[in-house]
């Protein structure tokens, strides 16, 4: 085809192509001699004028070279195409529409050629010229395509193009207006879209005017995104247009916009928590400033599939992950239904995992019974209580309920310590499995035992215990016992029973004679 590149090859029977170089002549003209190093012979973007008869010639060795003779001849013909087009560029059109179809030739000069048209259309104005012109009806839909005969060349034409398809639609299409707020805030604007979806190629007017009685006015700028920024309180619509002569669609639904009061809404998290964990409860509460609460009426929207009630506030617990998303609010006078605007979104995220707590003793050694140690109990939140356990009791220290502050300093009794974080808002742990686990740290040699326990019923299942998340005990036993501690027994511990799972808790294994400052801890 025309502009094409093609590749021509010469193939030697019995020899390797790389012993030898290559001749090449059309029509059998020496004057078009061409010489190559490999057996390929590349016409780049071919035109009329590589049209011909072409052979190749092998030759090797020197100073008398073995020469082939030439090959049978290869004839060469460049076709042009013929394509379609359209004017405008829409293969979708709607009834009464014009439009015009095109055939044009590759390289060719419209006065050369003749054109030749193939409809599957039952339209009776196919013209057999360049182009032609149709109003658009039903009878104009299905493929058209082309094909050229050039004038004084008797054998020189095109293949038949490859057909295009139009379609027309009886029904006039009609514009739909949306907008991306229900309300304008004061001193704020709506952003308004019209589309129609149907087809493309429109550019769309909007009409404005104050009220139902009073007479429309255009919003002269043609737009061809379809957006229109607005700030008057009124009635909106809107038109798509295309085409020469132009084409009207039906005028779109109409969207009234009332300018809101001056209040705003705000939603506020009570406890004051954007990252809450699965079961706990928090409350969103619609705040107005400036209002009475018996004055307004609210209405939420949120990002996730829960549709709070129209109410103030809005309770969740117990929570879990699908409550996380964004939450905004707004609310409405009783007395006149004036509106505020929606207030800024807040974003809520619950976490389905549990906070990671984790006991810290000082000094490090392993201590004798009367030694008096100080406990620091973290976690991976800053906004939680914390409670010291010593086998199911609390610490023998005033610190026997819930504290606000992490540090607590007990004499030895046992060697079972563990702490847990409480929520601020709640008096009962976050933990429902009890993985009870040593004092930090474990001297190596020394005996361990971690025992996995329920607070409200007796484990009656098998139950898992992890290190590092590797599971490494799973059978009845409610112990892990590790009769000699070394180095490699240092990690983060776990449990699981009963579809349930504890949070972690970390063993550090230190060497006998690892010390506190300069005095090395006493053997136990």
């Known amino acids: 085809f025309w502009t094409e590149t093609l590749t021509l090859r010469c193939e030697i029977e019995g020899g390797g192509d790389s012993e030898w170089t290559f ?45 082939t003779p030439w090959s049978e001849p290869f004839k060469l013909t460049v076709t042009r195409k013929a394509v379609v087009t359209l004017q405008p560029h829409w293969t979708e059109i709607h009834s009464g529409e014009k439009i015009t179809l095109r055939c044009e030739i590759e390289g060719g000069d419209d006065s050369e050629w003749e054109y030749e048209w193939e409809t599957t259309s039952s339209d009776r104005s196919v013209r057999q010229s360049e182009s032609f012109e149709i109003t658009a009806t039903s009878h104009s839909e299905g493929e058209y395509k082309c094909k050229g005969k050039h004038k004084t060349e008797v054998l020189s034409s095109t293949p038949w193009s490859t057909p295009i398809t139009l379609t027309v639609s009886e029904q006039k299409p009609k514009a739909e207006l949306k907008a991306d707020v229900t309300d304008i805030p004061v001193g704020g604007y709506v952003t308004l879209t019209c589309d129609v979806s149907s087809s493309s190629g429109w550019q769309y007017y909007f009409w404005y005017r104050a009220d139902k009685s009073s007479n429309p006015s255009s919003i002269h700028d043609v737009s061809s995104a379809g957006q229109k920024r607005v700030s008057k309180e009124g009635l909106y619509w809107c038109r798509g247009e295309r085409g020469n002569p132009v084409y009207y669609t039906e005028d779109s639904n109409t969207i009234q916009k009332i300018v809101t009061v001056a209040n705003k809404a705000v939603v506020t998290l009570h406890p004051n928590w954007s990252e809450i964990y699965y079961k706990e409860s928090i409350t969103l509460r619609c705040e107005i400033k400036d209002g009475d609460d018996a004055e307004w009426e609210y209405e939420w929207k949120t990002s996730n599939s829960f549709k709070p009630p129209k109410e103030k506030e809005y309770s969740i617990g117990p929570a879990d992950t699908s409550h996380s998303g964004n939450y905004s609010c707004k609310g409405r006078k009783k007395s006149d239904q004036s509106p505020t605007g929606w207030s800024d979104p807040i974003t809520l995220t619950v976490l389905y995992s549990s906070p990671q707590p984790v006991l810290t003793v000082s000094p490090l050694c392993q201590h004798f019974t009367s030694d008096s140690v100080s406990l620091e109990c973290k976690g991976n939140s800053t906004q939680w209580r914390v409670k010291f356990q010593e086998d199911s009791f609390l610490a023998d220290c005033s610190l026997r309920d819930t504290m606000t502050g992490s540090t607590c300093t007990i004499e030895v009794t046992s060697r079972e310590i563990m702490c847990t974080g409480v929520s601020l808002d709640q008096g009962s742990s976050s933990l429902i499995i009890i993985l009870v686990s040593p004092v930090h740290p474990v001297t190596e040699g020394s005996s361990v035992s971690l025992s996995c326990r329920l607070r409200s019923s007796d484990i009656v299942s098998n139950v898992f215990f992890y290190q590092n998340n590797k599971l490494i005990q799973n059978d009845t036993r409610k112990e892990l016992n590790i009769s000699a501690v070394s180095k490699s027994d240092e990690g983060f511990y776990k449990c699981q029973t009963s579809g349930r799972e504890s949070s972690q808790s970390w063993m550090s294994v230190k060497g006998e004679w690892d010390s506190q400052g300069d005095t090395p801890c006493p053997l136990k």
């Open 23 to 67: 001749v090449w002549r059309r029509d059998r003209t020496f004057s078009s001699d061409k010489q190559t190093a490999d057996n390929k012979y590349i016409i780049s973007r071919a035109t009329d004028s590589d049209n011909g008869d072409y052979e190749c010639s092998g030759r090797r060795g020197s100073p008398n070279p073995t020469v």
